[in-house]
């Protein structure tokens, strides 16, 4: 099967280096003809729509950018998602976990097809990008949640959450980048459509991630812990933080099991305590284009 990759920025280089049969195209859609175009070069048998439009330094960005994030987030999608129908071709797009916020109405946590109450600039343009995509045929919507690598550089989460001398203790889901490539080769692979939550089942604490980056990282490790109202009001983030646990049903109905949140989050410190002991870092050969999820 033939995969093209478009966006090569965190998640699609990501997925890139995991699949040496994929391509990837770094060129800027700004139209369905271009996108056609891209399709015509590389002649796929799928798509994985990776690009779009995150904030940078990070999302709060987006709050005074609105038109560029709509066009990244929600024009984009649908800009692709005309073009492959032209051309018949299976699109998974990566959506996100932000979308929810807060408490979900079944205590196992947000459903796939659970509306969504967006809260900030981002999170609307992704979650309008899912409600258009989500009515047409042949389309895959992956959603994933504060992915962690174990790769250390600056946006990884591990490391944001270690350098932050205030952390908020919040509980969310996660999807480990090593098992997300997995899930979305097979997700393209079966040309699965629908709305997935591609996370790990069950849910971290923040307190939990520092708990074991104090015991396989760094034992002299200090932080002090705070609310998330004082988050705000301290000056710390522009727009509160989206926390949610996702539910992945669509991804077990289709034979697809990710390892649970715990046991992934161990094994991702152990090969990230080991990476950082050999002076592994992604910012250092210029990698690293992104943020991990801090929206
Ligand atoms: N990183 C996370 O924590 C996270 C969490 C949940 C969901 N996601 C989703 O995952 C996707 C990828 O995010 P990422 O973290 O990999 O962000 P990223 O590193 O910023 O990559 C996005 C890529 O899309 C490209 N792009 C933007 N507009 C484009 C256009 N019109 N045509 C073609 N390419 C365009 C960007 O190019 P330029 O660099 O030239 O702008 C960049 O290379 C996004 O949809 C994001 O919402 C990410």
């Not at 174990?150 to 944001?160: T, V």
């Not at 692979?189 to 074991?212: R, T």
């Amino acid at each position: 099967m033939k995969i093209l990759i478009i966006g090569n920025g965190y998640i699609g280089t990501k997925c890139a280096k995991a699949w040496p049969d994929a391509v990837v195209s770094d060129k800027i859609i700004n139209s369905v003809e271009e996108a056609i175009a891209v399709l015509e070069e590389h002649q796929p048998d799928a798509v994985l729509n990776a690009a779009g439009i995150v904030g940078k330094p990070n999302v709060d960005w987006c709050e005074t950018h609105q038109l560029e994030t709509i066009k990244g987030n929600t024009i984009l999608p649908i800009i692709i998602a005309e073009a492959c129908q032209k051309k018949g071709i299976y699109l998974l797009h990566i959506g996100s976990g932000c979308i929810f916020y807060g408490a979900s109405p079944d205590p196992k946590g947000w459903k796939e097809d659970d509306f969504a109450n967006p809260g900030v600039v981002y999170t609307k343009a992704k979650y309008a990008g899912d409600l258009a995509l989500m009515t047409l045929p042949n389309v895959g919507i992956a959603r994933i949640r504060m992915p962690m690598d174990s790769i250390p550089f600056g946006g990884n989460i591990i490391d944001k959450l270690a350098k932050y001398p205030k952390i908020i203790d919040v509980e969310n889901s996660l999807t480990v980048i090593s098992d997300m490539v997995q899930v979305f080769r097979q997700l393209l692979e079966k040309k699965a459509p629908g709305i997935f939550h591609v996370a790990n089942p069950g849910s971290i604490k923040h307190k939990e991630i520092i708990a074991l980056y104090e015991e396989l990282v760094d034992p002299s490790h200090k932080n002090e812990w705070i609310t998330e109202d004082d988050l705000v009001s301290e000056g710390l983030v522009a727009k509160k933080r989206s926390s949610n646990i996702l539910q992945s049903n669509n991804l077990v109905k289709i034979g697809i099991n990710m390892r649970p949140a715990q046991e992934a989050l161990r094994a991702t410190m152990e090969e990230y305590a080991k990476l950082k002991k050999e002076g592994v870092n992604l910012d250092a050969d210029g990698s690293a284009r992104a943020d991990s999820c801090s929206c």
